[in-house]
């Protein structure tokens, strides 16, 4: 099955800097892979997502790179502000034509963005 | 407009009990989706739905584990004989389930389980 692996864990940056969090997937036959913020007490928000006949996605503040042939896609969010505190997980799966997806998720990110 | 919801949002229970958790969707999704997140981790999938039957049932950890969604809308989790292990938060999520990029995954809040 799938396995995705997430780095950083944590991650501190000042207001206005940019954060940067990695991800790697181990199935080559997964082709959508999506970014969710998680609040405290709250369940995952799509943040933005990308598919794997593209590269880049850009969304405001908030991009995703993808690079199939070495498996690994990366969340860049520049301009950073303290309501950007929270958890970040990136996912993997294969998206079906028939619909539906099993999304295998990393383990995590906690950015704090400090004032 | 209305987003997933899921109740209850919390839930106290024993050792051994049974334990039922609630997932509406959102309204006009086909596939819904159960997820088990522990404290620290990501979300791990149990089961999804294709309208009312189980498209994939793999993540399941024992046959303890059951959930159904008999009129295609509102699902049920049926924990049975609980364990302490079991103590986490169980998210629902919905998709439009067409396929292709109408299968965006949306999150309920959770509920969240905790077995003394």
């Known amino acids: 099955g799938e396995n995705v692996e997430q780095h950083p864990s944590t991650l501190s940056v000042q207001e206005g800097d940019s954060a940067v969090i990695k991800c790697t997937y181990s199935?080559?036959?997964?082709?959508?892979f999506p970014w969710y913020k998680q609040e405290l007490g709250k369940g995952p928000q799509l943040i933005i997502d990308i598919r794997s006949n593209v590269g880049e996605k850009k969304d405001q503040r908030i991009a995703v790179t993808l690079n199939k042939t070495a498996k690994h896609f990366s969340l860049h969010i520049t301009e950073t502000q303290p309501e950007d505190s929270a958890v970040y997980f990136c996912a993997a799966s294969p998206l079906l034509t028939g619909g539906g997806n099993k999304l295998t998720f990393g383990t995590g990110t906690q950015l704090k963005v400090e004032l | 407009g209305a987003g997933v919801s899921q109740t209850p949002s919390n839930k106290v229970t024993e050792k051994g009990k049974y334990v039922e958790l609630r997932c509406d969707p959102i309204?006009?999704?086909?596939?819904l989706y159960w997820y088990r997140q522990s404290l620290g981790q990501g979300p791990e999938f149990l089961i999804y739905?294709?309208?009312?039957?189980?498209?994939?049932d793999s993540g399941l950890p024992n046959d303890r584990f059951f959930a159904v969604r008999p009129e295609g809308s509102v699902s049920t989790l049926k924990i049975q004989r609980t364990e302490r292990g079991d103590s986490a938060v169980y998210l629902c999520a919905s998709s439009y389930g067409g396929g292709g990029s109408t299968d965006t995954q949306y999150f309920g809040p959770g509920t969240r389980l905790t077995v003394l």
């Open positions: 309204s006009g999704h086909t596939a």
């Open positions: 199935d080559s036959a997964s082709n959508y």
């Open positions: 739905f294709q309208g009312t039957g189980a498209a994939d």
